[in-house]
């Protein structure tokens, strides 16, 4: 897959364009009185046109190095590295603002070394967080999340979410499932806020927060129960490749639940469940391959579910191994021991 350039519209950014100056439009803007750093304009710096392509005035806030940095480090917070790397390069005042940015991508980096053991260094959760709330300090949202991951799971759910928090309010998808989420969690549960930031982070695309948010319109939980907009986000979640989202997806097709009934859309989305990993899926693939006769096909993504926990799948594969010869039931164990699942955003 191709790496993102900025700027990118999940990036939540509405310029059109950044041409690069040219000698009719290199004309200093005067300093905000607001910014709390002055600074000459950079002539590098890249002028941004709206659609009706007229010429920027010398004050116009448009030319882009004379944004605060303050400003321009919220814009850039939630950036992963190859964004953060381009935006670095748009001028020298640019450069200079993001570098404590950066900076906390490093420590993010190593964050993720020390949780989990890679690059050569030993699995070590105390110098994780550490290194994660290194590059939260420096404002990267990213590093702000994992830091309340780690805090999450050493039982400091108030840390944790502390940091979701400030992840969320600077725009972080991530950092508002996470607290949307948490909020579902608590006791008492806060369901009006959850359903608030799981809806600003599945409006953003993140596929979790789209299935979260599809369970609670599913429930009724913070919100009316609707069952076709929830049907409509488990059909984007799983568009997107959340597991899960696939498996209720092909439920409401079956069922005509939110969505116009369809057997073939049903079928669909439960084998691309089922090849995903998704043990309830596999069981009912399985059952469907069984009721169109295809055996073979059915005896492996039974085993395949039962290997992951469905125990009931076994009473059907025995009655099919039964009627299959000795080399189909061979093929079929031989095609379940090679198996492996398809990526997916879980």
């Not at 900076?103 to 050569?120: N, P």
């Not at 984007?236 to 097709?253: D, H, I, K, P």
């Not at 469907?288 to 993504?301: D, H, I, N, R």
Request: include cysteine.
């Amino acid at each position: 897959m191709a790496q993102r350039t900025w700027p990118c519209r999940s990036d939540g950014l509405r310029y059109t364009a950044l041409p690069f100056l040219t000698k009719d439009t290199k004309r200093a803007a005067p300093p905000s009185e607001n910014h709390a750093v002055s600074r000459p304009p950079d002539p590098r710096c890249h002028r941004a046109r709206f659609a009706s392509g007229s010429p920027p005035l010398a004050s116009d806030p448009r030319d882009f190095s004379n944004l605060p940095n303050d400003v321009l480090a919220k814009i850039a917070a939630s950036f992963a590295l190859p964004n953060l790397q381009a935006a670095s390069l748009v001028c020298r005042a640019w450069r200079d603002a993001l570098r404590p940015l950066r900076e906390g991508m490093l420590f993010l980096r190593w964050g993720k070394r020390f949780k989990h053991g890679r690059g050569g260094v030993r699995p070590n959760l105390n110098k994780a967080l550490d290194s994660f709330l290194k590059g939260a300090a420096r404002g990267s949202t990213l590093a702000m999340v994992d830091a309340g991951l780690v805090y999450w799971e050493m039982g400091k759910k108030e840390e944790g979410v502390s940091l979701y928090r400030r992840a969320a309010e600077l725009g972080d998808p991530a950092g508002q499932c996470n607290l949307g989420i948490s909020y579902l969690q608590a006791e008492p549960p806060n369901l009006k806020e959850a359903v608030k930031w799981l809806y600003q982070a599945s409006d953003a695309g993140y596929v979790r927060a789209q299935y979260q948010l599809a369970l609670c319109l599913h429930q009724g939980r913070g919100v009316d129960r609707n069952l076709p907009e929830a049907a409509r986000w488990y059909l984007r979640a799983a568009e997107g490749g959340y597991v899960r989202a696939m498996y209720n997806t092909s439920l409401c097709y079956s069922v005509g639940e939110g969505l116009v009934r369809s057997h073939r859309q049903a079928r669909k989305w439960m084998k691309r469940a089922a090849d995903r990993g998704h043990s309830k899926a596999q069981f009912e693939h399985g059952l469907g391959l069984f009721s169109v006769g295809e055996m073979m096909k059915a005896v492996v993504y039974l085993e395949l579910a039962i290997r992951a926990g469905e125990s009931a799948a076994a009473h059907v594969k025995n009655v099919i191994l039964q009627q299959l010869s000795a080399s189909s039931r061979d093929r079929a164990m031989l095609l379940a021991d090679n198996w492996r699942a398809l990526p997916s955003s879980r």
